[in-house]
C-alpha cells in the first residue's frame, strides 16, 4: 500500500507541472492529455491490486493458503504465473528436519508405481557445491518425448534435476529426473531456489532441502514441484514455492 501512495504522489505532482506548462504553451495540452491517459490505467493496474492483492506487473501471483501439498488436490490452481508462495513463503520443517549433525545428505525417494519420481530430501553443505552431474540422456523419466530441442517451441521437455547438479544432485539416478517443460525447469525453478540456495551455500551455510512433484491422478507429468529450503544455523534461506510445470511461449 506504501508503494501505491508512493506512486500517486509521484504521478499527480507531474500532473500539477504539466497542467501549469499547458497553461502557458499550447503543445502542453497534448502532454497533459497523455498524462491523463496514463493516469487512468495507472488506476485500473492499482484497483486490480488492491482488489486482487497482488501486483499486476509481477511475474509471482499471490500466497496460496496452505502450508503443505501433499496431492494435486492441494496445489494452487495455474494462473498464469511461474511460481506462487506457499504459507507465506515460509517453509514448515519440523525442528527435528533441521538438525545438522556436521555432514551433509541426499535422499531420493523410491519411484512409485508408475515409475514417476516422488521426493528428493538433502542437508546441503558448502562442500556439496559442484558436486553433482548433469542429466543422462539415456534415461527417460515419464512423460518424457523427444522434443524440438530449440527456443521457438514452448513445449520443449528437459529432464529436470529435482536436486540441481550444481546442488550436488545426480543426473544418472532415475529418481533425481523428471520431465518439466522448458520454462518449468529454466527460469522458474532456478530462480526461485536453486540460484538461492546455491548462493547460501557458497556463503558458507548449510540449508536443509525438499522437493517434491505433484502429479494429478495417473498422468506421467507432473502439475508442478513443491520446493521448500531452510538454511541450518542462520536466517540465509528460509523458503516454501510452488513451481507449475506448464509451457510457456517465451522465456525472458
Known amino acids: 500500500m506504501l508503494q501505491i501512495l508512493i506512486r500517486m504522489k509521484l504521478i499527480f505532482n507531474s500532473i500539477q507541472r504539466v497542467v501549469k506548462i499547458a497553461k502557458r504553451k499550447p503543445a502542453g495540452k497534448h502532454k497533459l492529455l497523455r498524462l491523463l491517459l496514463l493516469f487512468t490505467w495507472f488506476c485500473v493496474l492499482t484497483w486490480i491490486e488492491i482488489h486482487e492483492e497482488v501486483d499486476p506487473t509481477s511475474n509471482q501471483d499471490s500466497t496460496a493458503n496452505t502450508s503443505v501439498i501433499l496431492s494435486a488436490d492441494d496445489a494452487p490452481q495455474y494462473k ?54 548433469d542429466a543422462d540422456s539415456s534415461i527417460l523419466p515419464t512423460g518424457w518425448s523427444k522434443s524440438n530441442q530449440n527456443e521457438s517451441n514452448p513445449k520443449q521437455l528437459n529432464r529436470g534435476h529435482l536436486l540441481a547438479d550444481v546442488l550436488g544432485g545426480s543426473g544418472e539416478d532415475w529418481r533425481n529426473l523428471v520431465t518439466l517443460y522448458r520454462n518449468a525447469n529454466y527460469p522458474a525453478m532456478y530462480f526461485s531456489s536453486e540460484f538461492i540456495v546455491s548462493e547460501a551455500i557458497q556463503s558458507g551455510s548449510t540449508v536443509r532441502y525438499r522437493v517434491t512433484p505433484i502429479f494429478k491422478d495417473e498422468e506421467l507429468i507432473c502439475e508442478g514441484l513443491h520446493i521448500m529450503a531452510k538454511s541450518v544455523g542462520d536466517d540465509s534461506v528460509d523458503l516454501n514455492v510452488y513451481v507449475f510445470n506448464e509451457p510457456k511461449d517465451s522465456v525472458d
Open 80 to 133: 498464469g504465473a511461474d511460481t506462487i508462495e506457499i504459507n507465506g513463503g515460509e517453509s514448515t520443517f519440523e525442528d527435528s528436519e533441521l538438525q545438522f549433525e556436521g555432514e551433509g545428505w541426499i535422499n531420493y525417494g523410491d519411484l512409485d508405481e508408475l515409475n514417476r519420481v516422488t521426493t528428493m530430501d538433502a542437508m546441503i553443505t558448502p562442500e556439496m557445491y559442484q558436486t553433482g552431474t
